[in-house]
């Protein structure tokens, strides 16, 4: 079975023009902002997304970028769009954020969603538009669990650039936590758009439906998605569910909710990401 699914994901990559990714160095205030950088073939413009990865961070221990992003960031630039991932633990030589039990990672974030990541999101738009390969009218955030709650603070009205160049242009967010958002009467500038799934345990999609019922008529526009039978992780790989019995269940970590990839799930994702940027 895990052959199966080997050769469908070779399959569906095969069409997908390998992207070798940019190492860049973002000024800002304080030390340089690492970052990666992903684009299509050609000079440009390009819309570009800034991309900001979950609490595992955007690199392995090995330093090497996590598969995931990876995938990302070739399939969005095979599309037209340039994508840079922030990458906002090496830049305050800070391990991954994820709070659980595994004794390699922290306890409690030291790089906050609120905080210093829209901080990474002002400075990677700041970079962004005065590089002549990025559409500076186009561009967009993208995030997935820490990383959405980041795009979802970086979009509030109370954090619009005072400057008078383009404002991003729409969001996307994967299964972000939307507890303290919703807690603080969030709403959004520019269009924004959450993935979800419905059987998700660890950010649960009631709140996040909670929290864009309670901005309508104050927000620029927010959708969600809710993903029947999908679960915390669902884009992912394939190969990142396990199997028992010819059967798929989700599976954990130490001291983690449930994961699953789901094929519908992420097939709609797939297309349904560079669609909502396209527009």
């Known amino acids: 079975m895990r052959f199966i ?31 990666v950088l992903y684009r299509p073939p050609g000079e440009g413009p390009f819309p570009v997304i ?8 955007l690199r392995k221990e090995s330093g090497t970028i996590r598969a995931t992003w990876d995938e990302w960031g070739q399939r969005l630039s095979a599309a037209g769009f340039g994508v840079l991932f922030p990458d906002s633990e ?3 030589s800070q ?29 990677a738009r700041d970079w962004l538009q005065q590089q002549a390969f990025a559409r500076k009218d186009r561009i967009a955030l993208l995030g997935w669990d820490s990383g959405a709650i980041a795009v979802l603070w970086a979009v509030r009205p109370n954090v619009e650039p005072d400057d008078d160049r383009p ?17 603080t009467a969030w709403s959004a500038r520019v269009p924004t758009l ?17 929290m864009v019922a309670g901005a309508r008529g104050r ?16 884009d992912r790989d394939l190969l990142r569910v396990r ?37």
Not at 194 to 206: F, M, S
Not at 247 to 272: I, T, Y
């Open 5 to 35: 699914f080997l050769i469908t994901t070779l399959l569906c990559l095969c069409g997908v023009a390998r992207a070798e990714f940019e190492q860049i160095q973002i000024p800002t205030d304080n030390k340089p902002l690492q970052a």
């Open 50 to 57: 800034v991309a900001l990865a979950g609490c595992e961070g």
């Open 90 to 92: 090496a830049s305050r």
């Open 95 to 123: 391990s991954p954020q994820c709070r659980d039990k595994l004794p390699h990672r922290d306890k409690g974030a030291k790089v906050s969603p609120d905080r210093e990541r829209v901080a990474d999101v002002r400075a």
């Open 167 to 183: 404002d991003f242009r729409s969001a996307a967010v994967f299964y972000p936590g939307c507890q303290r958002l919703n807690d």
């Open 194 to 210: 959450i993935l979800i799934g419905a059987l998700d345990d660890l950010t649960p999609a009631k709140t996040c439906e909670q």
């Open 219 to 234: 927000s620029a526009g927010a959708v969600i998605v809710k993903y029947r039978g999908a679960r915390h992780a669902f």
């Open 243 to 279: 199997h028992k019995s010819g059967k798929s269940v989700p599976w954990k970590e130490p001291g983690r909710a449930a994961r699953n990839a789901n094929a519908e799930a992420r097939a709609d994702a797939l297309k349904r990401i560079p669609e909502w940027f396209a527009r």
